[in-house]
């Protein structure tokens, strides 16, 4: 009979009515968003005396763990290139608790401080400018000599953010790219040389790479070692600014060491370089995103020779291109419907039309097949993909495909999967969302990464909590391991294989169990699909080449392939498991209420970090979360005053102890929002 409906500035609030002792009617709903409020109380759908009211939430005190820097100085940026003498600006947004913007005023100035230092000495002949500006305070500062410095920002003594700052005249750097810089080997992939060894560094800006190279007799060039410019490598300057450290986060034991006179201009080239290709100071997902539209969008327009005559792309897609496809046979019917279709014409808006039924394309029948095509391309039982391990939730090509299957069924696959990228340029009413889920190591190979044994611990958890772990924390003398691995080439029958030259003829021992790890992890993630993995990238590529892709992460992408989904709580509800003996504990039934009531108030992004924070992926499985392997398993610590924790190889989500209602939810939503970047756990 009783109901109440709440709207914060139009949208519906989601609410929940319980009853306190028969006689106390106790309405919850999230309160986080500051803005006006409109509560209304119904009783048989009418309203009751004095309702609606009206309601003001403001924002809470400023919260240094929520207030972020942003722009150029954000924490994840890119090393900052100036010249002597010049400003560089970013800005401070205050946020409370739960991430309202905050309006700012002259003494919040005085709670921040801006810290310049060469090494561990502060650096004191800096300007620095603060100045409040409304929702933020803009900060400034100018250096007057060269160098390479750290400039840090503190509110209220919280560390926001800290990034290198290199300090260089233009006419030192700007034609770095045309000649060699000539410096002396230090250290290489880490190992210390016994002798400094002379080499020339060529940093190529039409390639994207950075060489390293030494001459053989002073004529013979040979290459030492090739990076991609990308924001993986990262270069470091010593506080004296005659040595520069290299190192690939993707590549294990990348360090170079270099030293000379030449590694300031060095450095500042090659960032310069890196800013141009990331769209300046581009920090936040959107940001990144819009900055991969322009980019993706330039890079068709100065490609093919076709645009030049037909025009650009957004002229192009004004046109369209008809597919009809049959919905009971859609991976052939697709095939063949774009198998001959022309580059340009896959830059044209695709028109959908299903074989016998009538309905006219206004965008929902483009979405549906894109449906689902890709959850049909992505079901384990129809071969073309399969998870690394049984049970596994992340995909990979079928290494051992049915013979009906060609390798240019994967090479279209990429093609289709690259467009739905491609589409997300024009807007969300274009966008295509891919149904089911690619493994980590596919994602960073669309990326172009490096493949690393730690892939292991999301593409096959129960073979890398084990087998990889345990030996390489363990003696591995007497276990009878050899360099090979035992694979199902087709239902039933198994066959072992060689990870390498005469692999059933090299035992594992403790000298060489690091080179055994990083081989079956490269059979297992790479060689044995690498046929089908190249086929797909090159499909792929062909749409959305991966030098515009180099500014996301494995998670960004997977959110622009999939997007955000609906996640069903009810759902969750039907398919989870508890762990210990939680149910003869009457305060966990109180806090699991709790639990379900907080979650049921998350917003779209909230319930995806929150998946991604308890599973590893934003991405459920095609059955939902009954599907997902293992189940979803809720335990109980029983201590006050902590965060839940996650362990994602078991999707095990462990319970705090909470005072109240409010209490979880707070909690929740700092791990879930906190945790997908820092409290993860893997077990």
Not at 104 to 113: K, L
Not at 578 to 594: C, H, I, K, M, Y
Request: glycine letters at 6%; one cysteine or more; proline letters at 4%.
């Amino acid at each position: 009979l009783v109901s109440c409906k709440i709207t914060r500035e139009g949208e519906n609030v989601p609410t929940t009515l319980t009853w306190q002792d028969q006689e106390e009617l106790q309405v919850i709903f999230p309160a986080k968003q500051s803005g006006e409020y409109r509560i209304s109380l119904l009783y048989n759908g009418r309203e009751v005396r004095h309702s609606p009211w009206i309601r003001y939430v403001c924002p809470g005190p400023p919260d240094p763990d929520h207030s972020a820097v942003v722009g150029s100085w954000a924490s994840g940026s890119s090393s900052l290139v100036l010249q002597p003498e010049c400003y560089t600006s970013s800005a401070l947004q205050l946020k409370d608790s739960y991430e309202n913007v905050i309006s700012t005023s002259r003494s919040d100035c005085d709670d921040v401080r801006i810290q310049v230092s060469k090494g561990n000495v502060h650096v004191s002949d800096v300007v620095r400018k603060l100045e409040s500006q409304a929702s933020e305070i803009k900060m400034s500062v100018k250096m007057s000599s060269s160098g390479a410095f750290t400039l840090s920002v503190l509110y209220k003594g919280h560390k926001l953010s800290s990034i290198q700052v290199i300090v260089c005249k233009p006419e030192e750097y700007s034609n770095i790219t045309n000649k060699s810089t000539q410096l002396d080997l230090i250290e290489l992939i880490g190992q210390p040389l016994s002798k400094a060894k002379a080499v020339h560094v060529y940093l190529n800006n039409t390639k994207q790479h950075i060489t390293i190279k030494e001459y053989i007799m002073k004529v013979i060039p040979w290459t030492l070692m090739t990076h991609r410019v990308s924001p993986r490598l990262s270069l470091t300057l010593n506080p004296k600014c005659d040595e520069l450290v290299m190192v690939n986060e993707s590549i294990p034991n990348s360090r170079i060491v270099l030293r000379g006179s030449g590694v300031l201009a060095l450095c500042a080239g090659y960032y310069t370089n890196l800013a141009k290709r990331m769209g300046g100071s581009c920090s936040s997902l959107e940001e990144k995103k819009d900055h991969f539209a322009k980019c993706l969008r330039d890079y068709h327009n100065n490609s093919y020779l076709q645009l030049q005559i037909l025009g650009s792309v957004d002229h192009i897609r004004n046109q369209k291109v008809y597919l009809k496809v049959k919905r009971h046979d859609i991976l052939d019917s697709t095939l063949k419907a774009v198998k001959y279709l022309s580059r340009p014409e896959w830059l044209k808006l695709f028109v959908i039309q299903f074989e016998g039924e009538d309905g006219v394309d206004q965008g929902g029948l483009r979405r549906e097949w894109m449906e689902l095509f890709s959850r049909y391309v992505l079901d384990p039982r129809n071969m073309l993909f399969a998870p690394v391990e049984t049970e596994a939730n992340g995909l990979q090509p079928n290494p051992y495909p049915p013979k009906s299957v060609k390798t240019e069924h994967y090479r279209m696959i990429g093609k289709l999967f690259g467009k739905c990228l491609f589409e997300s340029c024009f807007g969300k009413t274009y966008r295509l969302n891919i149904q089911g889920q690619l493994s980590k190591s596919m994602l960073t190979q669309i990326l172009g990464g490096d493949v690393l044994f730690t892939h292991l611990s999301s593409d096959a958890p129960k073979l890398y909590a084990s087998k990889i772990k345990y030996i390489l924390e363990n003696q591995v003398e007497g276990l009878d391991l050899y360099f090979t691995q035992e694979e199902e080439t087709s239902p039933g029958v198994f066959k072992t294989v060689d990870i390498c030259s005469k692999g059933s003829h090299k035992a594992v021992t403790e000298e060489n169990k690091q080179e055994y790890v990083f081989r079956l992890a490269r059979f297992l993630l790479v060689d044995r699909v690498n046929k089908q993995v190249n086929a797909f990238l090159e499909g792929f590529h062909s749409l959305v080449p991966v030098d515009v892709l180099e500014m996301f992460d494995e998670s960004e992408l997977e959110l622009m392939l999939h997007g955000i989904r609906e996640y069903n709580v009810e759902d969750l509800k039907r398919n989870y498991v508890t762990v210990g003996l939680v149910s003869l504990n009457p305060r966990f039934a109180r806090v699991l209420d709790w639990f379900w009531t907080a979650l049921s108030h998350f917003s779209k992004e909230d319930m995806a970090k929150f998946v991604q924070f308890v599973t590893g992926s934003s991405v459920l499985p095609p059955g939902g979360w009954r599907d997902l392997s293992p189940k979803f398993q809720i335990g109980f610590s029983g201590e006050t005053g902590r965060l839940p924790l996650s362990f994602t190889c078991s999707n095990y989500l462990l319970l705090p102890n909470t005072a109240n209602y409010q209490e979880m939810e707070k909690v929740l939503l700092l791990a879930v929002r906190e945790g997908v970047d820092r409290f993860i756990m893997g077990s």
